[in-house]
């Protein structure tokens, strides 16, 4: 193992705060690094469930005091997996104090407060920013980037971004948080919509243009409230004579619009695809060749050729988790024993490491800066969706 | 085979000229019908490739008297495939001399031309009329249909209907008549939308209310003028030194909007998704189930009954070319031998022939008044496209 | 059309007679060719089902003497479409005669009866003799040969030939003609596996070696007899109390040997694979390259080229109803309007016709001698069952 | 986390070391166990590169004397990961220390130590042993047993075992140490086969009554030695002029026999599968139902469910990756955040610390017992190649 650490300070202990925590635990495992992550402290509101998290995943410290926490002289690096609409004042507290920062996406929930965060990043000049849109490493759209890096796609035409989950369609799913515009920062658009807009900017290297239309849409408008509130994940079926609430978040989006070099996108993003568990990804027809990815069989890519004779032309499968066709699976395992979600993140705590230990990795990172363009990109799509008509990027600041 | 027939006139030698004539060949060997067409008359314009036509077709006149033919007094049934902007002069001399007419589809070039079409078939009373939306008889997609009708789907939340071949993603594809307005009729949105709009509006049984956004490009402006000019089909590459000329129609066209019934949907024609090659359908999301059809994979459906327990629900693949499945398989070969492209065409004749033996066949036919929706759909894709705008159906009449 | 044609007696009117009509009816109507067959005569035992056959058809006579019709001397081509074993009888009569003679697969029921018409064929030098293993046609089995002939194999390591139904897997299926030996002529192996032996010596160039185990099994040694004997195609569920009879052809049937350049293979055939309906086809895996087809999706090649480089290296699905692919596509209809089962018998029409011009089809034919080579093999696996022990091809003569 | 703790002794480093280290360190913070595993020793021959892997991995000791270490007082459980024709010394000495056994698969290189382990385990009535055919906890396997137990699949027909690798395929692979007995204990058939047969003994519950055929082939029978001799892992092209030297295992090994209840089988096993990279799976088919596995697409099991009405019945692609599913997936990560290869041990180590605290995993696990039935079965495969013959399992003791 390498001699140089940083100590990382993580704040959030639920779906993401595991993640995280399960990043940093593998991640010089797997990987030989220029630095090293120590899980020195875990943040949170709830000391007693807290406590036990720590002990679970190997924090060193755990506590609620946040601002302290943060300005502690050991921690180097803190993380934030916060709901959207908290994750600002933990990021500014962090420049302030002259930290480097990793922050969940989309980096904020509303243009105002990313704007406000990615001045403050340009500002502490010392303090490297990441934001969490693990996908662009996860193999297959890694690979994606590379093909489409050595000229294999050619000018580009088609782009489609789409995140389908179907968990919600059924109208017996109670008013859980995520359909609280309140407790979840954002509906389908901030939560699903953000990943697969970053991963076709990220592929492409073209941005958005104009939104041209855009639909955003609550199908059940209201829900029965479940009897243990705030219950996180899917409850089971609502009681019955129990009371209704709004869903004030919406259940899915989809937007049209141009790219910048003169490709046409649509970016989908709902949780009533009923069928669709966890389909998300992109579809990429260019002059020369084509990509196409879906989450559900993540570790393929699925890619055409067109400059290949006609009769041996086709959509080819490649089997991304055979090393040599990406840069992370011969940390982990022989050919084509592929890995799952977690290794995105994992892959990312590493690629993390290199930077801040002064190295390039393969695949570039997102900062603040770069979010801030995908950030602009989900305000487009409300605007549009509100006014209903078209919005050029170049209007949104 | 059955004592009554029905004498068709055929107009057009062309592609579709040969899958009508296939069509009106194999019906009455496949199926037992209550009329059968006889292959009386062939009209086309140029009479010395149009008597071969007939020699090889069985066609047992051919001529290129389009106005005498159609009133001849032993013709029934008049049948036109020539380009859109030609439809609507064939057509009302048919009606007006009172004979059952089938058309290719798009029902015509303007909506204002197929609004007189429908227009005049009404008052034709004795008239009836066909329009060749013949998807809807792909074995797959009648069993979509089916499984619709018995409240599988459920409420319906997302449409999507796209159409996407490749085959114009090379700017060294020359300028042949399919890009030019005048002899096409229409770009990718009249000549592969039109399709899938019908399916999806019969799968559904429900209407568009709305177009909220739509993009209509043309990526590659300009292409070379092949030196044998008009050649039908897509010649092989351009001459050096080759002037160039003006594509006038649509390369891709992209719409969102919503349905009557509370839907959301999407509408994809293009001829520019390199890789693909002629993949079209439909992905339709309910509260009760779902389906998904691809004509790249024209003998099965893949749906999803979400009233299945959890541990054995998914995406199921559907033979459709199952006899017990769809209402034709059991007309050509036993189970799982399946059909092909030109299978639907003469479904679609056997049915024709049901209808004018005073059956109901068990898959609606589309007459005018119903293709007349389609074309209003087509309209208003185009109008969004050009005010960049909403368009509400309700004011394309 | 060609001024050249040739009679065709065709003997039997069930699904195989329906198959050949069509693909007589078709072939010069989708190609051009140097003779062009005419439906001269049918011939069948029960005349009165025969004379609406050849109405619906078009064959222009109708008889039950089968030794009249095939010595008649209009007729130039007799074509054998009865159960397995009535094969010889017919064969033995049409090349005394001095006709052509197409016949249906297997060759025979037994290689005794095999052996007399091989050499029978031999003797009769001006007799064309042609077999109807029809999947040599289907699109991508030809690209597959193809590739092979290429050199994009290599040396090969891997062959399996498979053809799995699962119609029969359930008990309450009765006893049907297919089950009665005297009836259908052989089981799975000579309906199902003759097919795809054939295949796989076509496309690899290469001879079964030896068999070294073969299991033959009839999993359901008994069924109820149904209400109406001898219905043809899967009677509906047996009458409670009905009685039983013995199954006396084999259900399934496994093996697996060695070829002559060295490779090893496996041929399964059954009807008891429950969820496959028509699944067949092979997997061959070579230095160079590997290929797999499968009827279920008959339009499709699978290709891997190992000599790509490794980030573009996968398994590619070749679209083969696209022109420039295969020898047949631009036959029909534009690029990837794919056909359907029936394709395949009229593509071998239209191959045997090109011979009989004096033409070489680009895709080989298989003649007598050919297809006793895979009768031998049909031998050798059911020996190898009956002993329990290797039987090398070279004691199978 | 739990109080109680088992320390944990493991012999081996390699690939099978990290993926045990690996799945101890990640059980106990997925998973809420009565016992939480202890990294306590691990134990090698080479102490440098040993101390490395301590440290990486966090085992507390590192020592090469391996009988000091499995008689400490301190250890509860042995594991051991070293080549097959290793296992035999450790287990045994672990069993009369008392210890738990883990072991990894196959049990051992020959029936003879496998058999003399066995025997050991069941005199050591205190000690709990452990094989580890992991992919019964791969989440799509479980399931399938799962379903099987529910009565799903009926009578079972067809039982196929594989096992497709093609990495071996090419010439130009240099005599690395897989390809010699000495080292790496048996070829394709132990390596390979071992797990596959183990999985379809498992889903089926029903054992192997006779090998009636078996191939075992070494297509290439002599490679270059390469320059780094012992290479661990695929050496690059082998230098020009290198000396050559004898491949000792086998490359594939294809076999066919009967099951127990009546059910026919064959395994396949082969390193030159060319395009297939770690396909391996099963397919099984059952009077009421069949399913499909490929590890290749690990997160996803295919059913056939034969009791649905025809027109909705299909291959049903079933996500296994959601929870209420498979009773592994909620300890991870959300609906369809699918896991990947390392998942199966760490469920696996998760089901041993149940087991050890005295609770009984939902999915049974292997122990020596179980172990030797598969064993046997490679025995019996290796006897039929050898003899050319049918062997009865009843005389492989």
């Known amino acids: 193992m390498s001699a140089k ?35 020195h ?34 921690i180097g690096l803190v993380d934030v997996t916060t709901p959207n609409n908290k994750h600002k004042e933990f990021v500014l507290e962090a420049l302030k104090a002259g930290k480097h920062v990793a922050c969940e996406k989309p980096l904020a929930a509303t243009l105002d407060d990313a704007r406000e965060m990615r001045d403050a990043a340009k500002k502490a000049k010392r303090c490297k920013t990441f934001v969490w849109y693990n996908y662009r490493r996860v193999p297959a759209v890694a690979t994606a980037y590379q093909l489409a890096r ?12 789409y995140y389908l989950q179907g968990w919600a369609s059924s109208p017996d799913i109670p008013l859980i948080w995520r359909f609280d515009k309140e407790q979840a920062g954002s509906g389908s658009l901030g939560d699903l919509g953000a990943h697969v807009i970053d991963m076709v900017r990220f592929v492409t290297g073209d941005e958005v243009e104009e939104i041209v239309g855009s639909i955003s849409e609550t199908f059940i408008k209201e829900r029965t409230i479940p009897s243990g509130v705030g219950g996180a994940g899917i409850a089971s079926g609502a009681k019955a004579g129990g009371k209704k609430g709004k869903v004030t978040v919406d259940d899915a989006v989809h937007a049209i619009g141009r790219m910048k070099q003169g490709g046409i996108f649509s970016v989908e993003a709902t949780r009533f695809a009923t069928g669709d568990e966890n389909k998300h990804g992109f579809e990429i027809n260019g002059e020369k060749g084509s990509v196409f990815f879906n989450f559900e069989d993540l570790n393929n890519l699925y890619y055409y050729d067109a400059t290949l004779p006609v009769h041996v032309r086709g959509w080819t499968k490649i089997q991304t988790s055979v090393p040599g066709v990406h840069p992370y699976q011969a940390a982990y395992w022989p050919t084509a024993h592929p890995g799952g979600y977690e290794h995105a993140f994992v892959n990312q705590a590493a690629d993390m490491m290199r930077v801040l230990g002064g190295e390039k990795p393969e695949i570039p990172l997102p900062d603040f800066d770069d979010a801030f363009e995908t950030q602009r990109v989900l305000e487009a799509i409300e605007l549009s969706a509100k006014q209903q008509a078209p919005v050029k990027l170049s209007t949104v600041k």
Chains 1, 2, 3, 4 share one sequence.
Request: glycine content about 6%; proline content about 5%; hydrophobic content about 45%.
């Open 150 to 161: 050595e000229g294999r796609l050619g000018r580009i035409y088609h782009v489609r971004a």
């Open 41 to 74: 402290t875990i943040i949170a509101r709830d000391l007693s469930s807290l406590k036990k998290f720590a002990d679970r995943w190997g924090w060193a410290n755990a506590t609620t005091d946040w601002r302290e926490a943060i300005n502690h002289p050991e």
């Open 5 to 39: 650490t940083i100590n990382v300070a993580l704040i959030g202990q639920k779906f993401m705060g595991r993640a995280h925590s399960n990043a940093y635990l593998k991640a010089p495992r797997f990987f030989d690094l220029p630095v090293n992550p120590v899980m």
